[in-house]
């Protein structure tokens, strides 16, 4: 609502507003939530009373929920690679320039900037966790000078309803990559200030429904040039003697223990054979005659005698552990990440070593092949999303699914320049095939493809032209821990979805909630064929609050 010259509109979360667009996007001024849900929108505003920038705005929020709100200003950062050249035509861009993402705390000092002509974006956070009211909540974002002047102000509705979101179900981890966070926060690998850092980027995680963490009992062997080599982080420690090697767990013990504090549940321990094939060994580090030495690499044959005697002494030791612990039947290994058919002996022959000693524990990896399935190399794989269709008719039990770069064209993604909506979609189709876990693997990936050389998230945002913006992390890093992205916080939104569909389920039955879903669709959601409106997903979640409102005031 316009006032004084500051122009202003009500949004949902699932706009993306850019400087140079010509209007905010359609209005959203109302909404409802669950208790315990997390519930976002934006106001746009453009400055069109002068030709110079308007400096030190003043926003806060005004609502008997002004305790949960949150108020951030949704930042631009640069893109030059927002998409491959054969991209579908569901993105809101596809040419390089300045793209909404961060989320950005507001200087109580500085304020906002509102620079002549263009749109930009504050956006808001309702967290209803722990709230026992039911009710409709106006929030009015108020705007003001740096005299307090009124510039504008919006008022958005929120309507809660006496009903609180499920646990999740859904098992989800987005790789945290320990070693980016030593990098650029220059300091020591597992020192203190590490340590610190570590869980703060963990908390964040947890409280957007990751709840699984991938832990590097060896430096993670992950996009790493071959040959090369990531920094390293290793929580078990080694000591080697001949053919004889002793393992400490303390460092692993007090990874446990702060992932179990911020809220995770389950462990995936990083692959034991190096990416794409299984060849070689993991770079493995420990104290022999006094002094700290590589034992294992790229140098390594994954098939040697060597090796399988590492493993054999360390795999029975770190199991004990881990029932000592009481976390075996939350833990998760994995063997290779990303195999192909041209693996697939190697793979095998890998999974062998690791069989012998794992019964009981769950060996996961992505791979798109149902090869590997079939022939029993991998007991949970974890295809990815467009490769779904042979693993969903094969009937793996407890099915996973992942997405990185390769997926852009039919299926969701949260690439900087997609749709939100293509982001949030996914929740649907998670409930829809009753998916069991999804796994991501750029929670903060702050490196070049091949980690050959550290960046600066907020002015590469692609990996070094390598991946779409927005593959290779959901996370930035700010000064003393991290910032937010959209797509981190649409994404939990999709998390919520899924639980509400539980929830509604458990209410009216799943062929009811199912027909629900599709209702008025002219043909079934899959992952490649679904909705592709923002109108219709809030739409859709409206419909399930109604339902579940429904039966809850009955």
């Known amino acids: 609502m316009p006032t004084t010259g500051l122009e202003t509109q009500l949004l949902s979360s699932l706009e993306k507003v850019f400087p140079d667009q010509a209007s905010a996007g359609p209005a959203w001024e109302r909404g409802t939530a669950l208790r315990d849900e997390v519930y976002s929108f934006q106001v746009a505003y453009r400055w069109t009373a002068s030709s110079r920038a308007l400096r030190f705005v003043r926003v806060r929020a005004e609502s008997e929920l002004a305790g949960r709100v949150t108020v951030r200003s949704v930042g631009l950062v640069p893109s030059e690679l927002p998409i491959y050249a054969d991209h579908d035509g569901d993105v809101l861009r596809a040419s390089p320039g300045l793209y909404p993402d961060p989320l950005l705390p507001v200087d109580a000092a500085e304020g906002l900037v509102a620079p002549p002509g263009q749109w930009r974006a504050v956006w808001i956070t309702v967290d209803l966790g722990g709230f026992a009211g039911a009710g409709v909540y106006p929030i009015r974002i108020r705007f003001e000078d740096e005299a307090g002047r009124e510039l ?145 690499g790229w140098e390594t044959d994954a098939a040697g005698a060597e090796y399988e005697r590492f493993l054999d002494q360390l795999l029975p030791a770190l199991t004990a552990f881990l029932k000592e612990r009481d976390i075996a039947g939350r833990s998760y290994f994995h063997l290779s990440d990303e195999p192909g058919l041209a693996h697939l002996e190697s793979y095998r022959a890998a999974g062998m070593r690791l069989r012998k000693h794992l019964d009981g524990f769950p060996i996961m990896d992505a791979l798109s092949n149902v090869e590997f399935y079939e022939r029993g190399y991998v007991k949970q794989p974890i295809p990815a999303s467009d490769h779904l269709e042979p693993f969903l008719d094969a009937g793996v039990p407890d099915l996973w699914t992942y997405y990185c770069c390769s997926q852009y064209k039919d299926v969701s993604n949260r690439f900087f320049c997609f749709p939100s909506a293509r982001n949030r979609i996914i929740g649907v189709q998670l409930y829809k095939f009753a998916v069991a876990g999804f796994l991501h693997w750029g929670y903060n990936f702050w490196f070049s493809q091949y980690s050959v050389s550290a960046i600066d998230p907020f002015r590469v945002t692609d990996a070094g032209c390598a991946f779409p913006s927005g593959d290779a992390f959901v996370v930035y890093p700010g000064p003393d821990g991290p910032i937010e992205s959209i797509r981190l916080e649409v994404f939990y939104e999709a998390l919520q979805d899924l639980r509400a569909l539980q929830l509604l389920e458990s209410l009216i039955g799943r062929e009811r909630t199912l027909r629900l879903l599709e209702d008025g669709l002219g043909e079934p959601i899959t992952f490649k064929r679904y909705p592709r409106e923002a109108k219709w997903l809030l739409g859709l979640r409206e419909r399930i609050n109604a339902a579940i409102r429904q039966r809850v005031e009955k």
């Open 152 to 296: 504008a102000v919006e008022t958005f509705e929120l309507d809660v309803i006496p009903a609180a979101l499920p646990e999740q179900k859904l098992i989800h981890t987005e790789w945290l990559h320990a070693d980016c966070l030593s990098v650029h926060y220059g300091v020591e690998p597992l020192s203190e200030a590490h340590w610190a850092l570590l869980e703060k980027y963990v908390r964040a995680a947890a409280s957007h429904g990751i709840n699984m963490i991938l832990t590097p009992l060896f430096t993670p062997p992950l996009d790493t040039k071959v040959g090369g080599e990531r920094p390293t982080v290793q929580l078990v420690e080694v000591k080697a003697s001949g053919g004889t090697y002793t393992f400490g767990f303390d460092r692993l013990r007090r990874w446990i223990g702060m992932c179990e504090r911020a809220g995770v549940r389950y462990f995936e321990f990083s692959h034991l054979f190096t990416q794409w094939g299984a060849a070689h060994a993991p770079k493995i580090v420990a104290e022999q005659d006094g002094r700290a030495v590589k034992l294992f």
